[in-house]
């Protein structure tokens, strides 16, 4: 077992945390600094694989990125960006690569991109992208798994998104913003980090606006410029946290967490006895759980509904409840994979198509685990914190991908856990 996180059985976390820069906020961020031609700074950037991913990416292009980690901040310069050919190897590695497509095509009328790879979460497939930008007049060729898209000019139009997808929404945006004329996104996803890209769009001198109940509207323009951003803190590593709290009984603050954008995760917790109180202007979060913990069932949505992202490390928290959760995944057709090693360490749980059934036990074993995605991970974590005897948790690189040190944050709660492998 080469690399591997061991957990034990840990005593109630206490303490206060800061939050890391959010994981799906930076990666479009960098992606639409393609937009521009200057020297962007970005700051709060988060420490991960995926974000290395995207130095490297950009750097394939020709940018220009220094990245200092003590001080959390990336300089990117894209004056010197000349190719628009991102090879498999940078591709398949990191699935918000597609998000170079839009930027590739507005800035430079074409783009030659491997197709990313899928994950266990499904196929993970990329048609409303290609939709989107085709109805803008893109064509495509495809040769191996080498996608060429080519626009000399990309149409203004209206976008009706059958699904609200977060990557699309995104990538129709970066594509429309230097598109002459007004393009709506109707049925838009609306995120938290899509907003953060918004913020950031603006910032370059793009024009859009927001209409109830989730339409965005851009007035292309005719050039960007570079900017400076503090990235927005990650609410998913905030749920994170809290539910380590919550199922080892502990009580923690965390003052940078977006609360204003958990509500409907939060109030379940409150659901389920927990204490949670809010710091001012809907910023900081202070949670102490309840000894008692009562089963809760939610469905995952689009936001502002249940966030996908947290339905496993919930569902970790929920195997120590008592009485009987309902949780239904709405958003990707494969993302219960973390089902069998939850069963591993004891848990009952029974899944009938995209539905699990919890019924919570008192005690959960330690056992040897796989982490299947990043949250799926992050969900072995948590329950291995409160089971009995030792966890080790395989499949680490899920974790480097898209945490920036929860490893060192849990111990520093008085997690009993350890990494056995370089961090990234
Ligand atoms: C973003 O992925 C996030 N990733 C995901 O976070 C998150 O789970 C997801 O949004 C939903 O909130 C980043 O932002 C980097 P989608 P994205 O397009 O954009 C289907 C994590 O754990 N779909 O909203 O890829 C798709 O298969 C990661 O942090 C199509 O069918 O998500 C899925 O079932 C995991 N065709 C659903 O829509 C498409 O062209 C939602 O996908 C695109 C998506």
Redesign the pocket.
């Known amino acids: 077992m080469n690399e591997y996180i061991a957990i034990e059985t840990s005593p109630s976390l206490q303490g206060t945390v800061d939050l890391a820069g959010a994981?799906?906020a930076i990666?479009?961020i960098m992606a639409s600094l393609i937009l521009t031609r200057g020297k962007s700074t970005l700051s709060n950037v988060p420490y991960s694989e995926d974000v290395l991913h995207m130095i490297r990416l950009l750097e394939s292009l020709g940018a220009q990125v220094v990245h200092d980690e003590e001080t959390k901040t990336l300089t990117v310069d894209t004056s010197s960006i000349s190719s628009v050919h991102i090879g498999p190897d940078i591709m398949k590695k990191m699935?918000?690569s597609i998000l170079v497509l839009g930027p590739l095509l507005a800035r430079f009328g074409k783009a030659d991109v491997a197709l990313p790879g899928g994950c266990v979460?499904?196929?993970?497939?990329?048609?409303?992208?290609?939709k989107s930008f085709a109805k803008m007049g893109a064509t495509f060729t495809q040769s191996n798994d080498l996608l060429h898209a080519q626009a000399n000019s990309l149409k203004a139009i209206d976008h009706i998104l059958a699904?609200?997808?977060?990557?699309?929404t995104?990538n129709i945006m970066m594509a429309a913003v230097l598109a002459k004329g007004s393009t709506r996104i109707i049925n838009a996803?609306i995120?938290p980090?899509v907003l953060d890209l918004v913020e950031v769009l603006r910032k370059m001198g793009a024009r859009i606006e927001l209409e109830a109940p989730a339409t965005i509207i851009i007035e292309g323009v005719s050039s960007l410029e570079s900017i400076n951003h503090h990235v927005m803190y990650d609410r998913?590593e905030a749920g994170t946290l809290i539910l380590a709290a919550a199922i080892t009984g502990g009580g923690i603050a965390l003052p940078t967490a977006p609360a204003a954008s958990m509500t409907v995760f939060l109030s379940l917790l409150e659901e389920m006895g927990h204490e949670v109180t809010f710091g001012l202007q809907g910023q900081g979060i202070f949670f102490k759980a309840t000894s008692h913990p009562r089963a809760v069932s939610f469905k995952t949505m689009?936001?502002p509904g249940f966030?996908?992202?947290l339905q496993a490390p919930m569902m970790a928290a929920l195997c120590l409840a008592s009485g009987t959760s309902v949780i239904h995944e709405t958003?990707?057709?494969n993302r219960l994979v973390h089902v069998r090693e939850l069963q591993k360490m004891g848990a009952q749980i029974v899944i009938d198509g995209q539905t699990a059934t919890v019924v919570g036990v008192d005690e959960l074993y330690g056992a040897a685990v796989i982490a299947s995605?990043?949250?799926a991970g992050a969900a072995l974590l948590i329950a291995g914190l409160a089971a009995h005897g030792q966890t080790t948790m395989t499949g680490v690189h899920h974790i480097k991908r898209?945490y920036d040190g929860i490893v060192p944050k849990l111990a520093a709660l008085r997690g009993r856990i350890s990494a056995h492998y370089d961090e990234c």
């Open positions: 994981k799906n990666l479009v699935r918000a979460l499904g196929m993970r497939p990329i048609d409303y992208h290609i699904y609200p997808s977060v990557g699309a995104e996803a995120e980090e998913l689009p936001y966030p996908t992202d958003v990707y057709e995605d990043i949250r898209g």
